[in-house]
């Protein structure tokens, strides 16, 4: 009998979070934690959940909050069982949108932090005993081109960007203070989802294959690194 692999998603209510759950869970050999803010408030999450009874379970997760953050511990173990977890995809974030270094709102900035990057931290330590228990121990923090300085995007989406490359900066010190661990933050490209924008260049459905082989078949040598969904390197 194949030993079941687990995933716990963060923000997938809609958009990538939304269509990684869809796939994960058409191979029966997945166990995925579905998590979001508010599972009242999320529809197609609960028709995947109706289909695939067992395999998905939603768990309500808000990544800007800390007692949210702790609080869900129990309940993922309670799910999992003896089980670790396998993989870990901080996919939740949020953006101020088209802002720049000197015209930016405060709290904007404050809060995108806390959701871009505290979210992804605390849920790193917090499930840091149950990854240890996994099988597969991988962290993928999903990153954007965006935060290259190497790619040189200019001024634009200022908030949004300094979050992510701090997030790059977690996912380089995770992968240095924890070599048994592969911890990496991927960039999506630009999907169509509602962050994305009708405009976008991929359909969200080609990304998510491409973020999960990736993340099935990282190594050690993936960990610390900044990747694109196709596996290439990404500038700093
Ligand atoms: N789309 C792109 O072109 C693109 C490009 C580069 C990187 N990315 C990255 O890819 C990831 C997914 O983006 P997306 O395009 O799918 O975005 P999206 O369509 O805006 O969806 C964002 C998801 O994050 C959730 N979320 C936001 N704040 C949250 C919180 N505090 N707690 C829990 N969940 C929260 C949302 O939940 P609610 O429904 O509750 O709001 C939603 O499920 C993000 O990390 C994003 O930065 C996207």
Request: charged share 20%; hydrophobic share 40%.
């Amino acid at each position: 009998m194949v030993e079941a692999t687990t995933w716990l998603v963060t923000g997938s209510s809609r958009g990538i979070g939304l269509e990684l759950v869809r796939q994960l869970v058409s191979d029966p050999s997945n166990i995925v934690v579905a998590t979001c803010r508010d599972p009242a408030r999320a529809p197609k999450l609960s028709a995947l959940k109706d289909a695939a009874p067992g395999q998905l379970y939603v768990v309500a997760l808000d990544v800007g909050s800390e007692a949210s953050i702790r609080g869900s511990v129990a309940e993922v173990e309670g799910i999992l069982g003896s089980k670790g977890l396998d993989y870990l995809y901080n996919n939740a974030a949020i953006t101020e949108g088209d802002d720049s270094a000197f015209d930016f709102s405060y709290d904007g900035l404050l809060d995108t932090l806390r959701a871009n990057v505290g979210g992804p931290a605390l849920m790193g330590t917090v499930y840091l005993p149950l990854l240890e228990k996994g099988r597969r121990k991988v962290i993928v923090n999903m990153t954007s081109g965006l935060a290259s300085i190497g790619l040189d995007f200019g001024a634009k989406n200022a908030t949004y960007s300094i979050s992510k490359t701090a997030l790059n900066m977690l996912a380089y010190k995770q992968a240095k203070t924890r070599p048994d661990l592969i911890a990496y933050v991927v960039d999506p490209g630009w999907v169509k989802t509602d962050m994305g924008g009708p405009d976008a260049m991929m359909e969200v459905e080609e990304s998510v294959g491409r973020l999960i082989r990736l993340a099935t078949t990282a190594t050690a040598e993936s960990s610390g690194r900044f990747l694109r969904h196709d596996g290439e390197q990404v500038p700093w």
